[in-house]
């Protein structure tokens, strides 16, 4: 048991701050970075985009660097559990300590600036790691692209996993809109990685960076491994190089390819890509965690590609079970487009287990979930009011079960089911 998460003012104060909603623009962070020094100039970064993929992708890319020789810094977004998750240097999370003591510099500046909860935190990973003496930062960007804070930063590549439909309210409703948004952390004449659907890689290429698409400029072949992830081959103007995964799903895989692809570009070897592709752990996406005497899978598919993507991933797992299904605790955002999220889940739920985060007030109802789930043909549905209720509602018998949703969800699940503290604010953001 981990001891319980460190309270202070300073992180009330932080998670205070996510009330205030989403502001894009860069003026504010750029403000608040030079008040600190500009830390983010002692470090190389790359920044990582997307819809969905965005973590694997640099978690991949970080561990990459890192067999490769490189002291890195990975900053990613959302947390599971712990705010200090988000600041990881050499593979360990800094410790709260640290985090803190920075946090307390920050927070004057920050409220100067009048800078938002993900200004704030992308200012401090910066702070952190140029403190940690990082060569090299791998930066998960937050919403969109153009205008989120991690684009104030100067990236020497810049990725882009894919573009689905979310945040529309914010990016636009078109997948045209939104590749418009995200295609702003490419940068003129500087290498740029991508898995983008065809249709849109013009949008892309007008940004006039040196893009390797996938599919135009690079390929992959993927070949399942069932519960040990994958086997792929990347081709590009580089070579061809054969790895290994323990990412699940395809999806998993393509994330893998899409950094190997970027650690090529940067100068890696073939040994290292090798060796971080092996390595790479991703928890809270296709995690299987060991609970009770069963397996528990948690996901953070949180829109239809998302959980599309999931199913796909899924059934041949199921079939190397003997089964077709499997029980589902499952609880979401209330904004997210839910019935899409469903439509993708259902047909491989034997029963459903609804609940909701209970420190995320954007969770939606668990009994304004049922009627979706009983369209869908789900005969049997729990209403949980919580996650230790939804995981006491799994019968003993059951070996295997999926968790996914949210990742608000999964930050209150997965500590009970390892046995962990986790923090106590609201989650926003």
Sequence with gaps: MLPPVTQSANVDWLFARQRFGIHPGLTRVRALLARLGDPQQQFQTVLVG????????????????????????????????????????????????????????????????????????????????AEAGAEWAVMEVGLGGRLDATNALDPVLSILTNVALDHTAILGDTPEQIAQEKAGILRPGRPAVTALAPELLGILDSERADLWALGRDWQVQVRPLGWAGHNLTVTCP??????????????????????????????????????????????????VVNWAGRRVLLDGAHNPVGAQALAEALRPLLVLEGRE?????????????LSGVVAALAPLASEVILTRAELSPRAAH???LAPLFRQAGVERITVTAGPAEALAALSPSEPLALACGSLYLLGELRPLLLGEASESHERWQ
């Design 325 to 337: 299904r499997l029980p589902l605790i499952f609880g979401a955002a209330e904004d997210k487009d």
């Design 50 to 129: 997307g819809t969905n993929g965005k973590g694997s992708t640099a978690a991949s890319l970080d561990t990459m660097l890192r067999t490769g020789g490189r002291r890195t810094a990975l900053f990613t977004s959302p947390h599971l559990t712990r705010l200090s998750e988000r600041f990881v240097v050499d593979g360990q999370d800094l410790s709260e300590t640290v985090v803190l003591e920075a946090l307390e510099r920050v927070r004057l500046p920050a409220e100067e600036t009048e800078a938002s909860f993900f200004e704030v935190v992308t200012a401090l990973g910066c702070l952190l790691f």
């Design 238 to 287: 580089l070579g061809s190089l054969t790895l290994q995964t323990p990412l699940l799903g395809e999806h998993g895989a393509h994330n893998a390819a899409v950094a190997a692809v970027a650690a090529w570009r940067l100068g890696l070897s073939e040994e290292a890509i090798r060796e971080g592709a092996a390595q790479t752990r991703w928890p809270g996406r296709l995690e």
């Design 366 to 368: 668990p009994e304004h």
